[in-house]
């Protein structure tokens, strides 16, 4: 087996043990400040008093639930979209073990999300456009993936993120092209909204929805 193989098995084999409530390795708040540096979020999230051009650091560093940090995550891409690729700068790699220590350190638990309100989740789905592209069982927009496909990350609030850190961006690009409004996330959407995709997946007819 080759090293990144087997990389891809064990980032797996996490992500499975991971569903349940606990995680397979204590998430650990100090490589999550190492990672908040690494990534350049220091560069606009100083210590108040400092400047910054983003909220300071102790305004998005607060107990908060898991999805609930992904939601924010999502909500400020517009603005770091603009100050990173809009300036030519790479826009920055977060894999879901530095997601889960990132959200750590900024105070994000799974145990604060609430329990998903699978009804709320069906109207988020519908209010956030997110098939105005994609399908949910073949209906809705043609891009892939369909949001039924079974996916690791739904059963995690990190790698979530880290997923939608990832390819938001590209969202965003479509999104601009296409003239749909970037939606923002508040409170329990998130949380709502992936419980519902989550269930949905856990009942969507084999075969019906291919994998990537
Ligand atoms: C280029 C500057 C910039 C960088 C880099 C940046 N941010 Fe931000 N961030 C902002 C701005 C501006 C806002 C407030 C406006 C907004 O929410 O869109 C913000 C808001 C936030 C929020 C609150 C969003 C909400 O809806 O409450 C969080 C959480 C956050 N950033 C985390 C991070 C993390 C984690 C990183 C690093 C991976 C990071 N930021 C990198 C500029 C930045
Ligand atoms: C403007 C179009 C657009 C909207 C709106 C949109 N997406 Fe996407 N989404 C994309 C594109 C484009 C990709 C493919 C990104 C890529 O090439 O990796 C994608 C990829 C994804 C993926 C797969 C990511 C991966 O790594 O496997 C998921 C899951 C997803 N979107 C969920 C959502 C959800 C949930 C919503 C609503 C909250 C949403 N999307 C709204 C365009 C959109």
């Known amino acids: ?3 990144r193989r087997s990389l891809a098995v064990l980032v797996v084999t996490t992500c499975a043990t991971a569903l ?9 708040p100090e490589a999550g400040r190492a990672v908040f540096a690494a990534k350049q979020c220091a560069r606009c999230h100083a210590p108040r008093g ?3 051009v983003g909220p300071a ?3 998005i560093r607060r107990p908060q639930g898991q999805m609930e940090l992904a939601g924010r995550l999502w909500n400020h891409l517009p603005s770091m979209f603009t100050a990173t690729i809009g300036t030519g700068a790479a826009w920055p790699e977060i894999g879901a073990a530095e997601m889960a220590d990132l959200m750590a350190y900024l105070g994000a638990d799974g145990a604060r999300d609430p329990a998903p309100d699978l009804f709320k989740g069906q ?5 956030k456009g997110c098939l105005k592209c994609h399908s949910l069982r073949r209906e809705g927009g043609p891009i892939r993936p369909d949001l039924a496909e079974r996916r690791a990350d739904y ?7 880290a997923t939608m850190w990832t390819h938001t961006p590209r969202m965003a690009a479509m999104a601009v092209r296409r003239g749909i409004a970037y939606p923002r996330f508040a409170g329990d959407e998130m949380a709502n909204l992936i419980g519902l995709l989550r269930s949905a997946s856990a009942t969507a007819p084999r075969g019906a929805a291919p994998g990537r």
Not at 20 to 28: C, I, K, L, T
Not at 155 to 161: I, N, V
């Open 57 to 59: 650091l102790e305004e």
């Open 50 to 52: 400092e400047p910054g």
């Open 20 to 28: 349940g409530s606990s995680p397979a390795r204590p998430q650990d």
């Open 123 to 127: 109207v988020t789905l519908l209010k």
């Open 1 to 3: 087996m080759s090293p």
């Open 155 to 161: 059963e995690s609030g990190a790698a979530w993120a």
